[in-house]
């Protein structure tokens, strides 16, 4: 199966890979996946307390071509976004933005657990009520 | 200049050497006859080509030619070969023994004996791949008619001991089917030594054309007998209906009688890029692990898994380049793991972490210092944008994390 153009972009030269620092109050932080299931992206994002807006955003992932892909695209959308804005991303929206196969679905998933995850972090350390079906890490 | 293309898959198939490519062209056009043709000189000519052919396998396999039975590959003699012996000895017994780590053409047919009501004990391997042997016998019981154990495994390399196992079934009077594809024309397998009364083998792993194979069927003590799986003109004395592929056939005489004088030379000379190319990894990078025995492996053959890395997206890394295969998941349709790798025990971390070298005829040495670079590279690559890297770095136990499942 060949990759989508897009997705040996992101593969190629991913944007925004690195570590926020975990202990800032002003960062979230996402962890999911496993590594007995061969994927496991961490995906962090620094809020700006006052607006709510998200400054900063990076990741690391194990996993396939598509799942660091879909990552490195999270990221992408996530700066500059409010947090409620973020929450609203879909992983339909990275599987179509990609173009990637139907078996490649559930690494998009993850990258939707993972901005929930760090999000709910976010919220947990700033005091903010949290539902809890939106803990996934 | 174009983009350099390395092939270390050899595994999944060979290339079709020039010379064997050469003597086939004939038999498309001016010898295009059915060896089947009795009574005018186009099926001669063909017949006497599959004669000729039949006996170069022969040779190559220490064989008589009337062993040899054409097919269409691997798959089918494994088929064949199974099926076969159930059907032919259902009155002795219904109990079969085979393998975790056998290729699925074996473990699928023997699951599908299953559902007509055949017994199969699938053995478990150590951790090196090898089967125990006295975990064989005790398997054995009044009702198996056969065991069935590949010569050498198509993931790891890892070398069955075909001697030991002969003795066992001989012992006991029960058949032993190997199927050698990834063994046959690259180390010496002769099945009579060993003991082995069938042997399944394919033309494209041994540099020859895809589509043509063989079973071998001992013909004298044991004289062994199995019951035809295509019905038809009755070719193949029987046992394999269907016109035969004459330039398959030819191609696959033609490798057979390369192989026979070329295979030591191509063992030495691999064995030392492969070990040059493991050294490399093990040596310099860390958390590299070799997976399977590494003194009873072929010898062009090497698994390794690059801990904190998954396959699919190392592979790449360089795939524009280097061809090769891994065991990870993320590579399968099925979204699962290797299922040889996990046999060895492997952690599914490890498993997805897996790449197979195989190398071949016509891999040269600048290919495998090529390699060796690139695959570093991805490696690093990939491990800096890990996570699990990182947290293996800063000494997190990973086994201690709560994972997601999912
Ligand atoms: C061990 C083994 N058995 C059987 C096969 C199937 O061979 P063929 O492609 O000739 O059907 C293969 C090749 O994939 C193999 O490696
Ligand atoms: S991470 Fe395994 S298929 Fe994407």
């Known amino acids: 199966m060949a990759y989508s153009n897009k997705v040996i972009d992101h593969f190629q030269n991913p944007r ?13 932080t996402g962890l999911v996946g496993a590594p007995e299931c061969g994927d496991v992206m961490r995906l962090q994002i620094e809020v700006d307390d006052a607006t709510g807006v998200i400054r900063d955003a990076k990741f690391k992932t194990f996993g396939c071509g598509s799942a660091i892909a879909s990552s490195s695209l999270a990221t992408e959308w996530l700066k500059g976004k409010s947090v409620d804005d973020a929450l609203k991303i879909d992983n339909m929206d990275i599987v179509e933005e990609l173009a990637l196969p139907p078996v490649k679905i559930h690494c998009s998933v993850l990258a939707e657990d993972a901005i929930k995850a760090a999000i709910t972090d976010y919220k947990k350390k700033n005091g903010v009520e949290v539902a809890d079906e939106a803990t996934v890490a | 200049m174009g983009v350099r293309k390395i092939y270390l898959d050899n595994n999944a198939t060979t290339p079709c050497d020039p010379r064997v490519v050469e003597t086939m062209v004939p038999y498309f056009f001016e010898h295009h006859g059915n060896a089947a043709s009795r009574n005018h000189p186009f099926g001669w000519e063909a017949e006497e080509a599959v004669d000729y052919a039949r006996e170069q396998i022969a040779k190559l396999i220490n064989a008589d030619e009337k062993e040899i039975i054409f097919t269409s590959g691997a798959t089918e003699s494994d088929n064949l070969a199974i099926k076969g012996v159930y059907e032919m000895y259902s009155r002795k017994g219904n109990h079969i023994i085979t393998v975790k780590t056998e290729h699925k053409a074996v473990l699928d047919t023997c699951n599908k004996l299953e559902k007509h009501g055949a017994e199969i004990t699938y053995l478990d391997v150590q951790a090196d791949g090898l089967i125990n042997l006295a975990e064989l016998e005790t398997a054995i019981k009044p009702n198996t008619i056969m065991v069935a154990v590949m010569w050498a495994n198509n993931e790891t390399g890892v070398i069955q001991p075909m001697k030991e196992i002969g003795q066992i079934c001989e012992k006991h009077g029960v058949l032993f089917f190997s199927d050698a594809t990834q063994a046959v024309g690259k180390i010496k397998t002769h099945p009579r030594d060993v003991g082995v009364h069938l042997m399944a083998f394919s033309a494209h792993k041994m540099y020859g054309p895809k589509g043509v194979g063989a079973l071998y069927v001992s013909r004298k003590n044991p004289r062994v007998k199995v019951t035809a799986q295509l019905d038809g003109g009755g070719h193949e004395r029987g046992m394999r209906s269907g016109t035969l592929n004459v330039p398959g056939i030819v191609g696959f005489g033609k490798a057979a009688e390369i192989a026979m004088q070329e295979m030591d030379q191509d063992a030495a000379r691999l064995s030392a890029l492969r070990d040059k190319l493991e050294q490399a990894f093990l040596h310099e990078m860390e958390e590299v692990y070799v997976n399977g025995n590494v003194a009873h492996r072929m ?12 396959g699919e997206g190392l592979m790449m890394t360089f795939n524009q380049e280097i061809a090769l295969s891994s065991g990870s998941a993320c590579t399968s349709a099925s979204l699962e793991p290797s299922y040889v790798l996990v046999a060895l025990g492997l952690g599914d971390d490890l498993a997805h972490s897996s790449l197979r070298f195989s190398l071949g005829r016509f891999t040269k040495e600048e290919d495998v210092n090529y390699a060796i670079e690139a695959i570093k590279k991805g490696v690093n690559h990939m491990r800096d944008i ?7 770095k800063e000494g997190v136990d990973l086994t201690k994390i709560e994972w997601a499942a999912h």
């Open chain 1, 16 to 28: 925004n890979v690195g570590t926020l620092d975990k202990a800032s109050k002003s960062v979230g």
């Open chain 2, 299 to 310: 010898p062009h053959v090497a698994n390794i898994s690059f801990k904190h890395v998954e």
């Open chain 2, 386 to 392: 890990s996570p699990i890297w990182e947290m293996y």
